[in-house]
């Protein structure tokens, strides 16, 4: 809470990528999410943080409609992805995904070699024409995903055979892959060391040049460090929603100065 | 302080000696380890009496008396009109040879100077099985430039003659039997001192057919064998593709409701279902309805992959549940569709399981005798190796565990031994099947 960093950071206006109205989802008989409005800018990354079970997880996979696998999930409202509701029915969810790419709170390489882990994406998608391009598409992945040098000799050796933070960089970078326009990353350090955190925040600042992140997670200095825009869930609801420095330094919820400052969560 | 912690201190016990509580904890546990190994003990005590009970009944099946006899092929009786044209010699008859095979085995008992009291040459048939003239009038069609020649021939000797050898028939039990005499044995003796008699390997009983009920000397089991062959053949073709795609509907792709509820524990019911019932099913539906051929290994696979599917299923779903989530999960995060995480990720991971499952139902179902006694895979069916595979599949045809059924219900003490060894070579492939199951595994197994 005293990294202050956050108060020197400019922080411009960017062009509004996925815009939430008056979102519900609901689980079963369950209202998980309440009444969700919440505006994520481009090139920007937004946090969303809040105790556990709060919703902010559920949220966050409703922009990318993986909930849709279960079945009994609902959504309600509006989510616009440029303007285009992505609950329409006309869309199809598996196109919405290679728009909106996600990261996983565990590392989740697939079990083949760190090359074919990249070049799934572009492979399914039809991103590449030759083979040469494909490499192409890897490497420049992988060097986005800052692992490059550090498996650039073994892209034939498994994914899976990777440490923690290299697994995870290294599915930052098969999500990159696809050229996604958001990123979705739920609890992505979550099972890191300090290290590997690091670098990943690292990371994570550098791709906002390209997409617009949207990060899940526990620690509040994280969200403070990496984040421009915060959002407080608390209980399936949106507390509080503005820049990050405001959040963190003068929060205008008494709930959200309780969370920052340890009393709830 | 307080009277309760004085208390507690004055109890304060050593670490070197172990407690009531603890003695009693460690004696329950050595119990349980005693009963354990006791358990482990009585399985391996029956699986080796099973094994020593199978091997010693069975290896004699392995292997069979031949009599060595010089036969002179006479042309005035084999080639009546004297010009070796193959389709008269082929009016001759399995008749016209016997005695000419009696004739030259009585010559060369008295050439050796054996004391017996035999003087017809009736008397030798009784020593040889009744398949050598069919031996030795294949020969005379295969080769007809030898008429008129005395050729060696190496004949099956009579099932008794095979059973005195390996001491299954005793001079007291043939004492009221008409088709041998204990003289026979003395013969047999003198002529096993010479090598004219021996026990050798039978190749035969693993390539061969059944045979007849009066020669058991000459039933093989290689026929039944490609019986049970062409049928896993239709099972897997059969159970394979529609077990896996089934349950990657019903695990990946089907809503959960009362619909796939109920289909899902129909599956586990049909996998309690009694083989008999899968049998009568298949007489009244393939048969007597869709008027398949009857006896033949399609039908005995149908049957058997209606008995095999549920297996397929619910072990096809165990390896696909056993996937990480996580996986599906990352290839959906990717953009890739349903179908393409489940075929793409999903089913490489869950390959060895349903591998495994496979190869275990395959091996139920190749050691199923009961639906085959109903649809008519039972009894001395095919003579001869099918020669196509077409032939194979449609052609009637028994099965091993049918075939080993068929030879233990016969009332000669030698099919006995013949069913033991059929049992030994089931054996053989069902073990070769669940070793091949554990090797796939091992191989296919990968780590996430």
Same mark, same amino acid.
């Given at each position: ?66 909930? /849709?696998? @279960?079945?009994?999930?609902? $959504? =309600?409202?509006? !989510?616009?992805?440029?303007? *285009? ?5 006309? #869309? ?100 890191? /060391?300090? @290290?590997?955190?690091?670098? $990943? =925040?690292?990371? !994570?600042?550098?791709?906002? *040049? ?5 990060? #899940? ?49 | ?63 069979q008396t031949f009599v060595t006899v010089e036969v002179f092929l006479d042309p005035a009786k084999i080639d009546k009109k004297g010009n070796r044209n193959i389709e008269d010699l082929k009016k001759a008859t399995t008749f016209t040879y016997k005695p000419l095979i009696q004739q030259g085995l009585l010559d060369q008992v008295n050439a050796a100077g054996y004391?017996h009291?035999f003087e017809k040459h009736k008397a030798m048939g009784q020593l040889l099985s009744a398949s050598a003239a069919g031996q030795v009038r294949q020969f005379v069609l295969d080769n007809p430039d030898r008429l008129g020649e005395t050729v060696e021939f190496r004949l099956i000797a009579a099932?008794?003659v ?17 088709n041998?005499?204990?003289?026979h044995?003395?013969l047999v003796?003198q002529m096993?001192?010479d090598g004219l008699v021996e026990?050798v390997?039978?190749m035969a009983?693993?390539?061969g057919a059944?045979a007849s009920?009066a020669r058991?000397e000459q ?164 003579t001869n ?64």
């Amino acid at each position: 809470m005293n990294d202050m960093r956050i108060m020197e950071r400019s922080v411009e206006t960017n062009d509004i990528k996925i815009a939430a109205n008056k979102v519900q989802v609901f689980y079963g008989e369950n209202h998980a999410i309440k009444d969700v409005d919440v505006q994520i800018e481009d090139k920007t990354v937004t946090a969303f943080i809040g105790p556990s079970g709060c919703g902010k997880s559920t949220f966050l996979r409703t922009l990318n409609r993986m909930n /849709d696998t @279960i079945d009994i999930c609902r $959504v =309600e409202g509006d !989510i616009l992805l440029d303007g *285009e509701n992505i609950y329409d029915p006309k #869309v199809d969810p598996v196109q919405l995904r290679a728009k909106v790419g996600m990261v996983f709170q565990k590392p989740n390489p697939f079990p083949k070699s760190i090359y074919d882990n990249v070049a799934y994406g572009p492979r399914i998608h039809g991103l590449f024409q030759t083979k040469a391009d494909l490499d192409n598409i890897v490497e420049k992945s992988l060097r986005r995903a800052a692992i490059w040098d550090e498996v650039k000799d073994r892209l034939d050796g498994p994914g899976t055979g990777l440490s923690g933070g290299q697994q995870q960089r290294l599915c930052i970078a098969r999500a990159v892959a696809t050229e996604p326009e958001v990123l979705l990353m739920d609890e992505p350090c979550s099972a890191l /060391d300090p @290290i590997a955190t690091a670098q $990943v =925040e690292e990371l !994570i600042d550098e791709l906002r *040049e390209k997409f617009a992140v949207v990060i #899940v997670t526990h620690s509040m200095q994280q969200a403070a460090r990496v984040s421009q825009k915060t959002a407080f869930f608390h209980l399936g609801n949106l507390v509080e929603f503005g820049e990050t420095g405001q959040i963190f330094t003068n929060p205008s919820d008494p709930r959200t100065e309780s969370y920052i400052s340890g009393r709830i969560g | 302080m307080t009277d309760f912690n004085s208390d507690m201190a004055s109890k304060k016990s050593s670490l070197l000696v172990a407690d009531a509580r603890t003695q009693k904890r460690n004696k329950a546990e050595a119990r349980f380890r005693a009963y354990g190994l006791a358990a482990v003990g009585v399985g391996l005590l029956f699986l080796v009496i099973l094994l020593t009970t199978i091997i010693s009944n069975g290896s004699s099946a392995f292997k069979q008396t031949f009599v060595t006899v010089e036969v002179f092929l006479d042309p005035a009786k084999i080639d009546k009109k004297g010009n070796r044209n193959i389709e008269d010699l082929k009016k001759a008859t399995t008749f016209t040879y016997k005695p000419l095979i009696q004739q030259g085995l009585l010559d060369q008992v008295n050439a050796a100077g054996y004391n017996h009291p035999f003087e017809k040459h009736k008397a030798m048939g009784q020593l040889l099985s009744a398949s050598a003239a069919g031996q030795v009038r294949q020969f005379v069609l295969d080769n007809p430039d030898r008429l008129g020649e005395t050729v060696e021939f190496r004949l099956i000797a009579a099932s008794r003659v095979d059973g005195y050898l390996k001491g299954r028939v005793t001079r007291e039990s043939v004492a009221r039997d008409k088709n041998i005499s204990a003289e026979h044995f003395d013969l047999v003796d003198q002529m096993q001192a010479d090598g004219l008699v021996e026990k050798v390997f039978n190749m035969a009983f693993i390539t061969g057919a059944d045979a007849s009920e009066a020669r058991p000397e000459q039933a093989g089991f290689g026929v039944s064998m490609a019986g049970s062959f062409f049928m896993m053949l239709v099972v897997l073709g059969v159970s394979l593709p529609i077990g896996v795609a089934a349950s990657i509907y019903l695990e990946e792709f089907a809503p959960q409701n009362w619909f796939t509820d109920l289909i899902e524990v129909n599956i586990s019911n049909l996998a309690a279902v009694p083989s008999i019932v899968f049998g009568i099913l298949g007489l009244a539906v393939f048969i007597q309805f869709a008027h398949l051929p009857q006896s033949a290994p399609l039908v005995g696979g149908l049957v058997l992959s209606l008995m095999t599917l549920p297996t397929i299923i619910i072990s096809t779903r165990a390896a696909l549940k056993s996937v990480p989530p996580s996986i599906r999960d990352a290839a959906l995060g990717i953009g890739a569709s349903k179908m393409q995480s489940v075929f793409h990720h999903v089913l490489p991971l869950a390959m060895p399981g349903i591998l495994t499952g496979t190869i275990i139902g395959l091996a139920q179902a190749l050691g199923e005798t009961a639906p085959l006694l109903l649809i008519g895979m039972v009894g001395f069916i095919a003579t001869n190796m099918p020669d196509t595979l077409a032939e194979g599949i449609l052609s009637p045809n028994s099965a091993m565990p049918a075939q080993i059924y068929e030879w233990a219900k016969r009332a000669d003490p030698a099919w006995y031994e013949r069913a033991w060894g059929g049992i030994i070579i089931l054996l053989v492939f069902l073990i070769t099947m669940n070793t091949l199951a554990v090797i796939l595994r091992r191989r296919f197994e990968r780590r996430w």
